[in-house]
């Protein structure tokens, strides 16, 4: 079954600070996709990265940076020098037709 | 290139009530999705179209929920006899097709049955 683990519920940091939301998936398909998806106050799904399986290369974009081990079934998504704007829920997710989430990690920053 | 636009953004109704929801995806997707949010937790999936065909409904998804894409366009969900569990947002995105393809998601439109 296709499973997304986010055991972080929620986390706080003060402006500046490194922070990495933790990430961890099943799925028994060999080839796969992943996601993390922002959600502000507003309560839009904002889009972020897409990563899929085949794919082992680390991401950078910005202060956004995201680490995928096959090994560990993780997708670690890392925020260098947060600011108070990043303060969001953020999901990470597996599609198989449709998107399976994980409970989302809450994280706020703190000037 | 306009996203995905939901209407109404909120709704408020009595226990017992009918709900319609409206979702107009982005133009050129043949896909379009509904979740449902409940505080604190990641949407769960409810139903997709591929175009204006029906592929999957969760079991979440009772009786009392109707979705429709007619036209392979805008599509509707209806709740029927709402009762105050389904308080909640309603989440509507769309992609092209394939598990490779990116879910763009509105800006939900947010339930509370009374």
């Known amino acids: 079954a296709q499973k997304v683990t986010q055991a972080q519920t929620e986390i706080s940091v003060v402006e500046k600070e490194d922070v990495t939301l933790d990430c961890v998936y099943e799925t028994r398909d060999t080839t796969y996709y992943l996601f993390w998806y922002k959600q502000p106050p507003s309560g839009e799904l904002v889009f972020l990265i897409r990563r899929n399986s085949f794919d082992e290369q680390n991401e950078i974009s910005g202060r956004y940076s995201w680490n995928f081990q096959k090994s560990t079934s993780s997708f670690n998504f890392t925020i260098t020098a947060s600011q108070v704007v990043d303060s969001a829920v953020y999901f990470c997710a597996l599609v198989y037709d449709k998107l399976i989430f994980g409970t989302g990690t809450r994280l706020q920053v703190f000037p | 290139d306009t996203g995905v636009s939901q209407d109404p953004r909120h709704k408020i109704t009595k226990r017992g009530q009918n709900v319609t929801f409206r979702c107009d995806p982005i133009s050129e997707h043949n896909r379009l999705y509904w979740y449902r949010q409940t505080l604190g937790q990641g949407p769960e999936f409810l139903t997709y179209?591929?175009?204006?065909?029906?592929?999957?409904k969760s079991r979440l998804l009772s009786d009392r929920f109707s979705a429709e894409r007619p036209k392979g366009s805008f599509s509707t969900l209806e709740i029927q006899r709402t009762e105050q569990g389904d308080s909640a947002m309603y989440l509507c995105a769309s992609s092209r097709t394939g598990n490779e393809e990116t879910q763009y998601f509105g800006p939900g439109t947010r339930l509370l049955v009374l």
């Open positions: 179209f591929q175009n204006e065909a029906q592929l999957e």
